[in-house]
């Protein structure tokens, strides 16, 4: 799942977002109520007409760099959004700041200090990435003593976002480590989503070699195939193999290759799920990449040398891939996934009567993420902002996008009304038959479960930040009940991000998952006196 606030990426088409964008304007301002007008000035910075969707922050305060969305405190940061096509350079647009706002229009300000910024998020990535270069943005704008139906703000977008200078000195200081011969970055044109997509669509992954392999000339490696969660990306995937890579010349762990797969896609994240919306990942995983990885390199093709890791959506990832592909992998250690089992979706079980994503039975609102046993965050809260935000790219759609049918206007059904969270049973029906990984292992177990039994593993936090060891549990009973004898661990007080912390290492999870790797593709040998 990963927070999409904390990483965000994707590229964005409009879609048809506006009669619902509608509903949640009204919802938010009374017919009496005057609504906030804000200026936008296309900076004389900006060489060309510009398209995109214009988001302006507001806080209380003063004296900030910068003023953006926080997930931890989903209401101390009010956002006014507007799509804009191709305004030209010099050109002024007002933005209703009733119209599309969260958490509610900027008509219910009340006197007070507050400051502002306006971004041009031009590809409409920011529900996945945030900010990037390639987006426009403006000063910080100081509102003293400001309420609303004042002076109307102005803001000038006339500079480009500066980039993370922690992300960009990792990145950079990883590849200064990189020797030739050790990776490599793979990008593999893919026949099979080329023809869905109608244009070439690559796979994208590093390949981490282990220490040795050059010096070696016939010897196979066991191979980890590896993604990341929500939020990740490219570059993500090679800071993560280096660091495992590390961990091999340090011998911590075993030798072996890693596929550090990208799951990334403008839709969110496509989780190698084939979907009849993102296209047959999974197909092309198995039936085009590894095939063509495995005439490159020396690695072991049996599929207990084939094996399985990934964090978050790209732990759900990789225990779809285990059980949908039970005969090419010999394993999966997934962490933290999303939802196994739609009994439990992060708390709402989505096949209870008149189930609603944003209030339970009682009328309490459905948590979504927590911290420390204290709810930060709702379900309704999460999806409101996205919907203001955009309704491309981020996590409630990328689950959509993944999951369910194909609608009339060709963008992915809903599973949930956004203005009420009331389920659409239909929606659900469709998600339960392809992608309930419980319900699904359930199903095929006569012909699958040969393959599967002992080789789905999983470890979650008893304090999982989204409540995925909800799931979890179900899907392990469903299991159990089976005989598939699954190995499931809840490290106790473990949340989302600090799952893989053994003593001081915060990665040292990794030595455990590598070892146990190690023991199903090479049973009896001890890989610390090769």
């Known amino acids: 799942m990963q927070l999409k606030y904390f990483i965000r990426f994707a590229v964005g088409l409009a879609l048809a977002a506006i009669a619902a964008d509608s509903s949640i304007a009204h919802s938010q301002t009374t017919a009496s109520s005057k609504h906030v007008f804000i200026r936008i000035v296309m900076g004389p910075s900006i060489a060309a007409p510009v398209s995109g969707r214009v988001l302006v922050f507001l806080k209380q305060g003063k004296g900030d760099k910068e003023v953006s969305l926080s997930e931890f405190h989903p209401e101390a940061v009010w956002v006014a959004a507007s799509e804009v096509h191709d305004v030209a350079p010099g050109t002024a647009i007002e933005l209703d700041a009733d119209e599309l706002a969260y958490p509610k229009g900027f008509s219910a300000l009340t006197l007070g200090d507050y400051e502002a910024q306006a971004v041009l998020d031009v590809d409409h990535s920011y529900n996945y990435r945030g900010l990037v270069p390639e987006d426009w943005q403006s000063n910080v704008v100081s509102l003293p003593s400001w309420a609303a139906g004042g002076t109307e703000p102005t803001f000038v977008l006339d500079h480009h976002p500066e980039p993370n200078p922690r992300r960009t000195a990792m990145i950079a200081a990883t590849k200064a480590q990189m020797k030739p011969g050790e990776e490599r970055l793979e ?167 008149n189930v609603n994503m944003f209030r339970r039975a009682d009328g309490s609102a459905v948590p979504i993420f927590r911290d420390k046993g204290a709810v930060i965050a709702t379900f309704e809260q999460l999806t409101r902002i996205e919907d203001v935000t955009g309704t491309y790219g981020g996590q409630i759609s990328s689950f959509d996008w993944v999951f369910s049918p194909k609608g009339k206007s060709g963008a992915p059904e809903q599973m949930f009304d956004h203005a009420s969270g009331a389920v659409n049973p239909a929606v659900v029906a469709y998600w339960q038959a392809h992608y309930d990984l419980a319900h699904i292992v359930e199903t095929h177990w006569s012909d699958r479960g040969a393959s599967l039994r002992g080789r789905i593993r999983l470890f979650v936090g008893t304090a999982d930040t989204f409540y995925l060891d909800g799931a979890a549990h179900k899907f392990e009973a469903v299991l159990n009940r089976l005989g598939a004898e699954p190995h499931f661990s809840y490290l106790p007080d473990r949340t989302h991000f600090d799952l893989y912390g053994v003593d001081k290492d915060p990665q040292g999870l990794f030595d455990q998952i590598g070892a146990e790797m190690w023991a199903v593709a090479r049973p009896g040998v001890d890989w610390k006196k090769k």
């Open 187 to 353: 990008e593999f044109e893919s026949p099979m989503l080329s023809s869905f997509w109608g244009h070439a669509v690559r796979i994208r992954a590093w390949v981490i070699l282990p220490p040795g392999y050059n010096g070696q000339q016939s010897e196979t490696y066991p191979t980890a195939y590896w993604t990341h969660g929500f939020g990740g990306d490219i570059d993500g995937a090679m800071v993560q193999g280096m660091r495992l890579r590390q961990r091999m010349v340090d011998a911590k762990m075993p030798p072996m290759i890693w596929v550090m797969l990208d799951e990334s896609i403008e839709e969110g994240t496509h989780e190698f799920a084939d979907s009849v919306n993102n296209g047959p990942w999974g197909a092309a995983l198995t039936r085009e990449f590894i095939p063509y990885l495995e005439a490159q390199y020396r690695m072991d093709g049996r599929p207990t040398g084939r094996l399985l890791n990934g964090h978050s959506s790209g732990g759900w990832a990789t225990l779809q891939l285990q059980i949908n592909y039970p005969d090419v992998f010999g394993g999966t250690w997934s962490t933290s996934p999303d939802p196994s089992d739609f009994h439990d979706f992060t708390g709402p079980d989505l096949y209870a009567g």
